[in-house]
């Protein structure tokens, strides 16, 4: 089997049949997966899938807080545009370009640091890393962790039921995993530790940067605009944890082809340009798979990209020292051609029509 087909831990599901066919499990199943790997009375290598939604439930208190003591319809665009812009933006520059694919180099670990913590820390990177190397090597095919011809509740689920890391991998093919987390900086296990723990993050970094991350935040709130503001923008970073498990089935056309010709121009795969993900957390994700290791993703002019405003100002102040942007190549490669070919069948319709037209006037 290959490194890839085993670096996640397949569900009690699996994630094809003796066909080779993609499995879909039933509503039950994904339950019963998602129960037992957030179970960690049962094993303690579970935590890692267990904090997520852990993460979650320690927000609750604070979306009760702002929605029946300080709610403030002047607090909801701030609410909203720190969900979707700013935290979707973070999520895009840090866990998607930076710790997954490298797709531009800090100058040194304070300025990695500081692109780790601008937001309410959520999402612990393992669980997104790993899984998105074999989401990119598997896009919509069987062992593909959030595929989307599974279903929304496969995707919803995804976190927990299919992108924690195999917990029996030999010492080999362990090293081989903590190469993807490597330059992130995150606390990492030995293999012993690994084998103890099941996972590539250390607890004890994750838990100390996790609550550390949250008193900074919650007293800097508190300090611009007390508990209100705080509380409301710990609810807007708790939507957006919640409802980024379904961007990979939206983004994935809901598990059918929905390309737009002219917009969409990588065809392998089920990956979408959509406006909302696109605008306001620049995540083009057609453009992106067609480039993942592009620190750019908004490769036509009007495609607004935040994160590439942010790595490239950061590369002019100092903190970024390299980045790829494939751009360039996306034009020559894909967009040119393609509007010479809609200009020629535009000629082609043209020269049609007025044939057409000579043979109605009986010319």
């Known amino acids: 089997m290959a490194f890839i087909d085993n670096v996640l831990q397949a569900p009690a599901y699996g994630w094809k049949n003796e066909n080779n066919e993609l499995v879909i499990p039933s509503r039950k199943e994904l339950f019963r997966e998602f129960f037992s790997r957030t179970n960690i009375f049962r ?54 370009r930076y710790c997954t694919h490298r797709s531009f180099t800090f100058r040194n670990g304070f300025w990695r640091f ?14 997104y890393v790993v899984s998105h190397h074999v989401h990119h090597a598997k896009s919509d095919q069987p062992g593909d962790p959030y595929n ?25 093919d362990y090293m081989r995993t903590v190469h993807f987390m490597k330059h992130t900086g995150v606390g990492i296990n030995s293999y012993k530790k690994y084998r103890k723990w099941g996972s590539i993050a250390s607890p004890t ?11 900074f935040w919650y007293g800097l709130f508190f300090l611009i605009g007390g508990h209100a503001l705080a509380c409301a923008l710990f609810t807007g970073a708790m939507f957006w944890y ?36 696109g605008f306001f957390a620049g995540e083009w994700h057609n453009n992106h798979h067609l ?15 935040l ?31 393609s509007r010479n070919t809609a200009a020629s069948n535009n000629e082609v319709a043209v020269m049609e029509m007025h044939n057409t037209n ?6």
């Open 43 to 96: 094993s303690k290598k579970n935590w890692i899938s267990f904090i997520g939604w852990f993460m979650i439930l320690c927000m609750l208190p604070f979306c009760y807080f702002f929605l029946v003591h300080y709610f403030s319809w002047k607090l909801l665009p701030v609410l909203f545009v720190y969900m979707m812009v700013i935290m979707g933006t973070h999520g895009t520059i840090w866990l998607h």
């Open 114 to 127: 500081i692109t780790q913590n601008l937001v309410i820390k959520t999402v612990p990177e393992e669980l």
């Open 148 to 172: 989307a011809r599974a279903g929304f509740l496969y995707c919803f689920l995804a976190e927990v039921n299919h992108q924690g890391i195999n917990k029996e991998m030999n010492e080999k």
């Open 205 to 215: 970094y994750t838990i100390a940067l996790w609550l550390a991350n949250w008193i």
């Open 242 to 277: 919640a409802f980024v498990r379904i961007f990979n089935y939206t983004g994935h056309g809901k598990g059918e082809d929905k390309h737009v010709e002219g917009l969409d121009f990588d065809k392998s795969n089920l990956s979408i340009n959509q406006w909302r993900p």
């Open 291 to 305: 480039y993942p290791a592009s620190a750019r993703a908004g490769f036509l002019r009007w495609q607004l990209d």
């Open 307 to 337: 994160p590439w405003i942010y790595i490239y100002t950061l590369y002019k102040l100092g903190g970024v020292t390299a980045f790829h942007d494939s751009k360039k190549d996306f034009i020559k490669k894909y967009f040119e051609p």
């Open 358 to 363: 000579k043979v109605h006037q009986g010319i």
